[in-house]
């Protein structure tokens, strides 16, 4: 065996999940309501304790290792658990033995590091909670490799930035940053000492508000620092700074913005300015949002909710393309058993929790990680199907929230969007019992799949309105049509070319239906609107939602956006008057919607191995942009007369339509350019 | 309503079973090889970090009260939670609103403190850990009500005790303390600096052996104070002090004596002295096991077995009485959701679990706390029932620990008296859904107890050797007899006469049949022989098995005792020199044996609302002594000539022969003497 000492391979390892776990229950309560603690609705999860690790080594020659625990441990051979160590150097004795380290730790997760010249923790070593359970260790093997950083100080990354302008004020000081950010507050060239308060507003309205503005900070500083930054990330554009003492002064106010290190691995040009402003502000917005994990938004909740995160991923696929803060977010929504109440206690949310993992799998090809959340699926899909009722289809039972949207609907009883969630979940667990060889469950999952497929066209579909109906409450069909169901069952393809039509203009164009009001649903609006090829609709309600928000002022995208409010009503949420959360990862749904369907890039197999660009131009004169397609990228041009693609990974082709006719060409493999005429 | 506020009233209150998880973790990491941490074989649960209190009170006035809480804590009124405090001093508007105060604390439980003079906390209080469920709150009045001791504070009494005798020796001190103890070093009169070792033994051996002596504590003093106590409480009758500088000196050596305060409630005197020493002996060796819970032993686990805890109940209720230590010890053993494994990963351990419940309740009536634990029962009770083999019958499977007891026995496949434990627990479950009126429950439980009870004597029952075998292993039926089913069938009243004159004489007092060596089921043998009146024969036991290790010196009883082993045999154990506990909680079961045989005394109904006492001088000239029989005490004297019983609670009769003739005779209730004369 060859190595280089000097080559990073050991890497701290802990007990599958416990991490992300703990990360989760840390990041959770991070929530305040002015400097008043607000922890999340549901149940937080916790690490284990105590766990032991496991190895078994072969050596020529005795060894002697380094061992580094976040926690207490002790450390053994061969099952000999009345001769243990707790030194951080071990000499391993040559030839084959078992080596176990047992590590406890109450607070932070018991990591382990371990480095030798052969013996090193790696991905496959074992651990277990001492359920007589052993499980493959989890890592981080490209960030926590230092024996140096525990991963319990995994910390997001900093940068120093400056306001756009301060001014002084009657008795202190506000600061505009010039667009939303997130960070940590620093007052600099202090002098004198005084109580200090600091008032944060998204708006001008709410950092002038000081009796009700969402955040703000309180610190006495004694003047023996020169400056001082807040112990506390908070998300604002505006920050006042009102000191007690009239003595109190600062040179100045700057703030760290503390960001998720990221690679930008999207581009989008076009010939409509307005349309690359909500791109840009749109990917800022979602930047903002993803950090240790998926978060809805940063100024009020700062929570992770498995919805919200379902969007989020899709997003990434066409920005970041961050595998690592998928899985970190699907293992902190998925938490620890007992399963007892939904995911965020939502119903739907439990439903996106498996159709993140569809498009994960989807988009990466990351067959082993998607394995090794299956008994987890399991977990998941037997409550959830313990909750059928009579009829096998789910509903609100006990206290279960059904959410579908901040919305005027009633979702009690069957409501048809959840069955159809519901289908494609278990469509998602059938495809991964095949992964992991569960042959008995890929036929059970299918065929529950295709009955409640059938089931809900049987019962929900109404041939006269031409859409699915919202719900069935106690026997009784409603009548009532809404988007959620039409536009899902657009999404998932479970439509044949009759309904598509029949929905597309008695549903989705229809007027009459009820108008969707959040950008989270807007989202799956607009996108089944591409699906039925309304690109140039959907571009017209890019340019007017999204261009809505931007003509307001917005430098990051809202939680709510409803044209018909104004003024103030723009920032209530919640019966607060700031309550609305104005940079909000659902708000960034421009970056799929444009990624996707104008640039038009899909996997048509895991991990990009295969794929379709399908360029749509949607009323646009030109644009041109890259999309991650795995590995690979994907770099697109078009305009009236041409399209041109190229691609660095994978094998593609290229859909288009030459005199309405369509066409398939496919994509060079070496990378060149493949260009089309269109006249 | 009349308050008055010096009465104490509010007290702690927290997530039910919490304080108790988290107290379990804590401890059960305590133990220690030579410094080096040895956490238990099992998954240690943990308290949740985030829950919510909730109250609804009803106030004529505005009222303040002051908040106390183990961690970051938020309070709203009428679901406001927008509008939330973390004043301490919070006042309360008239009138019926509901009061939620979050708690969060990821290193103690979260626990809450509340003082009004209408509104505090107390156990008619609610609790969610958010999973859309509330349960009453976990509390103990009397000992957790100061604002200022929060639950996690809480500690053992301590009490500084002399050294029977300190010696200098060539490097060193020896400090003999004349009998085992359980606290912490201290070295007093400190003159110098130097790193100091210290060798603890339970025995002079085990304290001369440097390099094996199982505990020890290695320090540098500074000099800088007088004295210095040691951090970790140690279990020792000698510790050895070695300074590693020679100009090193102090004064004294002694120790703080740490202890759970306990009422000694019984007490036992007769013609016998050494009956007597094993008696006190007994008495001492549990009371140094007796702790936050009932450990197994205090030198080498410190760990909370169920097998062990389940006869520590018993011999609590023949002496301490103490409801608290029962309760704790239910609930840190059962853990928390889901249950993957057995308690301890021990099969039996599972089903001891649910006799100590039947025990606890048949003692102290104490039916609140087991209607608590139903649903827990029902969780376990779900397990085993789930891990039955085709035959309905219970069997060690995957990596299932059955244990019954340290001898060479094989537990492979059906074990007769894993299964008549199993009858006993389904019994317990029976009883219990009785209790919190599950009326289809009861019958279920009921009926699987009969049936299986039915099974266990069609095919265990070996008519010609006139006893139960040992186990079915592949369908083959063992004809190895062993005591365990039989002496445990006894004990629950499962043989008929007939069966009980066979296994009496063919079995019990059979000594062809293999001999137990443990204390632990030497526990039921010996109850067993006295449920056949072998008292006698029991006596003679006692004075040479518990009596045998008075004799080699011991000053609490051991772990195991084999009288045919000799000098260091005597303290070894699990290959280790000094593996063998010299203070095991299970070696103290002369306690239970005496007051339940010899004095006699048995509750008849829960709580001892209705009790026997059967005085038996089982080969004695006389004894006297007392029995807690729930609130109150029964003192009981005998000779050959007369009985005399007093009692000061409940409805008692008592049981006695006259000319071979049984007969019984009322307890009289206003607490005077009954005395019969025998002659």
Redesign the interface.
């Known amino acids: 065996m060859k190595n280089d000492l000097n080559e990073k391979k050991a890497y701290w390892i802990w007990y599958p999940g416990d991490w992300e776990v703990w990360l989760h229950?840390?990041v959770?309560?991070k929530r305040q309501?002015r400097?008043?603690?607000?922890?999340?609705?549901?149940?937080?999860d916790?690490h284990?304790?105590?766990v032991i690790y496991t190895y078994t080594y072969h050596l020529t020659q005795p060894e002697e290792i380094t061992i580094t625990a976040d926690g207490?441990?002790?450390a053994y051979l061969d099952g000999k658990?009345?001769q243990?160590?707790?030194a951080e150097k071990m000499m391993l004795p040559e030839g084959k033995h078992e080596l176990s380290i047992?590590v406890?730790n109450?607070?932070n997760p018991p990591a382990l590091h371990i480095e030798g010249e052969h013996v090193y923790t790696n991905n496959t070593w074992q651990v277990s909670?001492?359920?007589?359970?052993w499980s493959p260790v989890g890592s981080w093997k490209e960030q926590l490799d230092a024996s140096s950083l525990a991963p319990s100080q995994y910390k997001l990354a900093t940068e120093e930035h400056q306001p756009a302008s301060i001014e002084k004020t009657e008795d202190g000081w506000m600061a505009d940053f010039g667009k939303e950010t997130v960070g940590y507050l620093k007052v600099n060239g202090i002098d004198g000492k005084s109580r200090l308060t600091v008032y944060y507003g998204e708006s001008m309205e709410e950092v002038e508000d000081r009796e009700n503005c969402v955040l703000l900070d309180n610190v006495f500083l004694d003047g023996e620092s020169e400056d001082y930054t807040f112990p506390a990330s908070r998300a604002f554009r505006y920050a006042q700074v009102v000191p007690e003492s009239e003595d109190f002064q600062i040179d100045s106010i700057s703030m760290l913005y503390e960001y998720l290190p990221v690679e930008y691995r999207s581009n989008f040009q076009s010939s409509n300015d307005l349309l690359n402003d909500i791109w840009k502000t749109s990917v800022y917005t979602f930047h903002l949002n993803t950090r240790e994990f998926f978060f809805d938004g940063m100024k009020r909740d700062r929570w992770v909710w498995s919805g919200d995160a379902h969007q989020s991923f899709l997003m990434n696929y066409y920005s970041f393309f961050d595998h690592d803060v998928v899985k970190r977010t699907l293992i902190a929504l998925r938490g620890k058993?007992?399963i007892?109440?939904h995911i965020n206690?939502i119903l739907d949310y439990s439903l996106y929790w498996f159709t993140g993992i569809y498009d994960y799998y989807l988009y990466t090809g990351d067959v082993e990680f998607v394995k090794s959340q299956y008994n987890s699926m399991v977990s998941l899909m037997d409550f959830c199907l313990g909750r059928r009722n009579a009829e096998d289809m789910m509903e609100g039972i006990?206290?279960d929230w059904v959410f579908v949207d901040w919305a005027d609907i009633d979702n009690k009883g069957e409501v048809s969007t959840i069955q159809i969630l519901l289908c494609r979940s278990l469509e998602t667990m059938a495809l991964v019992a095949e992964l992991v060889g569960d042959k008995d469950s890929v036929q059970n999952y299918h065929d529950q799949a295709s009955e409640l497929k059938e089931k809900i066209m049987s019962i929900f579909w109404n041939e006269n309105k031409g859409g699915l109906v919202h719900s069935r409450y106690n026997g009784v069909l409603s009548d009532e049509i809404t988007k959620y169901p039409n536009m899902f069952a657009l999404l998932f393809g479970y439509f044949n070319d009759q309904q598509i039509d029949k929905v597309k203009n008695n549903v989705m164009l229809n007027s009459e239906v009820q108008a969707i009001k959040t950008p989270y649903m807007r989202f799956f609006e607009l996108a089944a609107l591409c699906e039925v090829g309304e690109h140039q609709f959907v571009l017209d309600e890019m340019l007017s939602y999204w261009g809505g928000m931007l003509a307001l002022g917005a430098t990051s995208f809202w939680e709510e956006y409803d044209p018909n409010q104004s003024g103030r009503q723009h920032l209530e949420m919640?019966?607060?008057p700031y309550?609305k959360s104005l940079c909000h990862a659902w708000g960034a749904s421009p970056i799929y919607l444009i990624g996707k369907y104008f640039l038009g890039v899909t996997p048509a197999s895991p991990g990009y191995e295969n794929f379709v660009i399908e360029p749509q131009l949607g009323g646009l004169d030109w644009f041109e942009g890259t999309v991650p397609i795995g590995i690979g990228d994907a770099e697109v041009y078009m305009d009236k007369e041409k399209i041109r693609v190229k691609a660095s990974h994978g094998e593609g082709v290229l859909r288009y339509k030459l005199n309405e006719e369509p066409h398939e060409t496919p994509i060079p493999t070496d990378g060149s350019w493949l260009e089309i005429p269109l006249i």
């Open positions: 229950e840390q959770s309560i309501w400097e008043v603690m607000y922890p999340p609705y549901w149940r937080l916790r284990y304790s105590s207490r441990f002790a658990d009345n243990r160590s707790n047992t406890y109450d607070v909670c001492y359920d007589k359970k058993e007992p007892v109440t206690t006990e206290e919640y019966n607060m309550g």
